[in-house]
């Protein structure tokens, strides 16, 4: 990770300290099952996930370090058991078909937001260009303030799964993880990488930032799977 003002391998610079004090207090709740009602809801009949609360605005969470990641110098890489590894541009990942759609986000710490309008590139487009081998089973994110998450495959395999860069027909902020954030509606929005640079396929599962802090491995909000 890089501190305020230094330039990383990319050339690209952060600003902000790590928040040690919201990291530790996030583990504290891994261990002592905060906001955990031990209930299931169901997708079809319940819009909002168990122990959720209903926001408004968009707030930011990160580990306290915003990279500024200019056009220019944007690089998204997909390496690991691949057919054929990419490295795309900006301009490249621009010209791939565009998607939009309209979901819910779910952050473990409690909120929710409906009815996000997005538009970026399919996970399925990118997943046809790649060609994961057949040996791959997970996906793990790297971004450039130094985060990592996992999911399996089959999770980033879904139809609304994607590569955002639009958010109500705006570019993604930088707070939020712009110019390139990725979007999986359907689990914890920690699972939803800002500012991704690197997007791994293994064969073996590699537990992410949180997941190694306790924090639950698949991270469905309809079964609170919150910690691990
Ligand atoms: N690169 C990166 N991505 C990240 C994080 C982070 O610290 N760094 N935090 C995660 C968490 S815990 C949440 S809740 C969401 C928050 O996204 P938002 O700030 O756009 O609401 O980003 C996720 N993706
Ligand atoms: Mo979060």
Not at 13 to 37: C, H, M, N, P, V
Request: charged letters at 30%; a negative charge.
């Amino acid at each position: 990770m890089t501190m305020d003002g230094e330039e990383d391998s990319d050339g690209i610079t952060s600003s902000g300290r790590i928040r040690d004090k919201l990291i530790e207090a996030k583990q504290d709740w891994a261990r002592e099952g905060r906001l955990l009602t031990g209930t299931v809801a169901d997708p079809a009949r319940d819009r909002l996930p168990p122990g959720q609360t209903l926001v408004r605005d968009w707030p930011v969470l990160d580990l306290g370090i915003q990279p500024n990641v200019p056009r220019e110098k944007f690089r998204l890489d997909f390496d690991g058991a691949l057919e054929n590894r990419i490295s795309l541009s900006l301009d490249d990942f621009m010209a791939l078909p565009q998607a939009e759609s309209v979901s819910d986000i779910h952050c473990v710490t409690q909120w929710s937001r409906y009815d996000n309008r997005w538009k970026g590139v399919a996970a399925r487009t990118l997943l046809d260009l790649v060609r994961p081998m057949p040996e791959a089973r997970h996906v793990v994110f790297h971004s450039h303030d130094g985060y990592t998450t996992n999911v399996r495959l089959d999770q980033f395999d879904q139809p609304d799964v994607l590569l955002v860069h639009e958010w109500e027909g705006k570019p993604i902020t930088r707070q939020h993880g712009g110019p390139v954030r990725v979007l999986m509606p359907r689990l914890y929005l920690w699972k939803s990488a800002k500012w991704v640079r690197r997007i791994q396929f293994t064969i073996s599962d590699r537990p992410g930032f949180w997941e190694l802090r306790g924090y639950h491995n698949n991270g469905d909000p309809w079964s609170e799977e919150r910690y691990s």
